[in-house]
């Protein structure tokens, strides 16, 4: 069986472990390898190596493997999960310069933010490998006496994981690691632009130990997959990254079957800098949080509200910044904005402009000449909420400026969506800070930082940006049910 075609020869001798890199689908341990659809490389728009298109039948094979083997894995005590999470967590840094070449590859991002993705995915497998030995139930005092009740907690079942292709690595590992930790087995839909990453973590899961069905991977088209995925009795949770329209369809089609369910959905995250923000500070957030992933992140800045007094001093520090930044393929040195991920994803960041500058916005950054993959990072004052880049999540590096006078603005504007995600908002008054905080409709704020990814905080939305949590000490919740066990007779 060969698990490689003659297009990914290149990936395949820039590794220094060519055989993580597979074109093939794991269903019950078998690789199962076919060329039905091709997978491009986004720098290039060429074809980078192709993938299996799985059906139905081959759906059905892969629940029914993860169902056979959670008999075996949930009977394993919490401490031998651990362990073996940990040692693909050790895996998975012994080999993160190759895991970060093929996420460049097939995503596009700059290879050390590729390399940032494969320690922030490494970082729930570990979170997670300890937590498992946490999962605590509690006794209840009993009315009634002569009984005890105990909450147990058990797993909740085989598991379905769509993934999207922004972060083909740690969404992987947000929704698998607890999963594993809680005694679920898994069979994992990654997005067909992004196959790769899944199929490598795979192999590494392997080498670590953990036994054949427990984790399962189609590659293909979503529709067929996703559908028999939703339809099927066996599979007890789906947890899905991706946008609230694919969100809200995925739920339609889990209701007769009462799954529970994780969604991580879309946003349009405010990012406030108030008068007495730090401007350095205020600055160095707005470019993480805006242009990390190219601006292809669901927490990213999408909307960037700045109070009068200050605007203009921002607005001159940040476009000197976004002028400065490298634009390149990811695998060039220095990159710091690779390509899009595909021409839909172009055509919906030029459609935002063309709108915004017809609608009065001004560019503040200087326009370069770029090959078709990539789009020109920049930002735009004189944003207005009728713009489409006001109530639509663009995606991609485009900074908006929102001009505001005062706090009860601001706050009107950052919660006049049906999104809520991430807030960010920048002030050194620390009873606005408390204040603002509180107020904003966002699962996840950050206060005076660019940053809210980490393992160890919950993250998830309000409103339409989903369902649940993932990470931290909610993160493994999401994959365990409650038995209560009333014990009589004592
Ligand atoms: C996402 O964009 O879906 C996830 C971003 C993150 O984990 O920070």
């Not at 190596?49 to 394993?76: F, L, R, S, Y």
């Not at 730090?278 to 927490?299: H, I, P, W, Y």
Request: proline share 5%; glycine share 8%; net charge negative.
């Amino acid at each position: 069986m060969t698990l490689h075609s003659a297009f990914a020869a290149d990936i395949r001798d820039s590794l220094s472990d060519p055989d993580l890199f597979r074109e093939a689908a794991l269903i019950d341990g078998a690789w199962i390898a076919r060329a039905d659809m091709e997978v491009s490389n986004p720098a290039t728009g060429g074809a980078l190596g192709h993938m299996p298109d799985c059906t139905a039948d081959e759906t059905t094979q892969a629940i029914a493997a993860a169902e056979a083997a959670m008999v075996e894995w949930k009977k394993k005590t919490h401490a031998e999960r651990a362990d073996l999470l940990m040692a693909w967590y050790q895996l998975m840094l012994d080999h993160a310069d190759d895991l970060a070449l093929i996420l460049t590859a097939e995503q596009g991002k700059p290879l050390a933010e590729a390399k940032g993705e494969i320690l922030y995915g490494a970082s729930f497998m570990r979170w997670f490998a300890e937590e498992a030995r946490r999962i605590n139930g509690h006794i209840i005092p009993s009315p009634v006496p002569g009984k005890k009740i105990f909450a147990m907690k058990e797993p909740v079942g085989v598991c379905a994981i769509i993934t999207p292709w922004n972060f083909p690595n740690a969404m992987i590992t947000r929704k698998v690691a607890p999963g594993l930790a809680a005694g679920c087995t898994m069979v994992i839909k990654p997005s067909d632009f992004t196959p790769y990453s899944a199929l490598a973590l795979c192999v590494l899961a392997e080498r670590a130990g953990i036994p054949k069905g427990v984790l399962n991977v189609l590659t293909g088209r979503p529709e067929e997959i996703g559908a028999t995925l939703t339809a099927s009795p066996v599979v007890r949770k789906l947890s899905f990254t991706g946008s609230t329209r694919v969100g809200a369809l995925l739920a339609e089609q889990c209701a007769p079957t009462l799954k529970k369910m994780s969604l991580e959905l879309g946003g349009n995250a405010p990012f406030i800098v108030f008068d007495d923000a730090d401007l350095d500070a205020a600055v160095e957030g707005a470019m993480a949080s805006k242009f990390r992933n190219g601006g292809q992140t669901c927490v990213c800045a999408n909307r960037i509200l700045v109070q009068s007094g200050i605007h203009d001093a921002f607005v001159a520090v940040l476009a000197a910044r976004v002028d400065a930044l490298k634009v390149a393929a990811g695998t060039e040195a220095g990159a710091e904005i690779g390509p899009m991920i595909n021409a839909a994803a172009l055509e919906k960041i030029s459609a935002h402009v063309e709108d915004a500058l017809a609608r009065g916005a001004t560019r503040a950054t200087a326009s370069r000449d770029l090959p078709e993959q990539f789009a020109d990072p920049m930002v735009l004052t004189g944003a207005t909420p009728e713009m489409r880049l006001a109530s639509e999540e663009t995606f991609g590096p485009v900074a908006p400026i929102f001009r505001f006078e005062t706090e009860e603005e601001a706050l009107a504007i950052a919660n006049g969506t049906p999104f809520g995600l991430a807030a960010y908002f920048y002030t050194t008054d620390m009873a606005r800070a408390f204040r603002f905080g509180e107020a904003l409709e966002a699962g996840l704020v950050g206060l005076n930082t660019g940053a809210v990814s980490h393992a160890e905080a919950p993250f998830g939305g309000v409103k339409s940006s989903g369902l649940g949590r993932e990470g931290a000490q909610e993160g493994i919740e999401e994959y365990l049910e409650t038995k209560a066990f009333h014990f009589a007779g004592l």
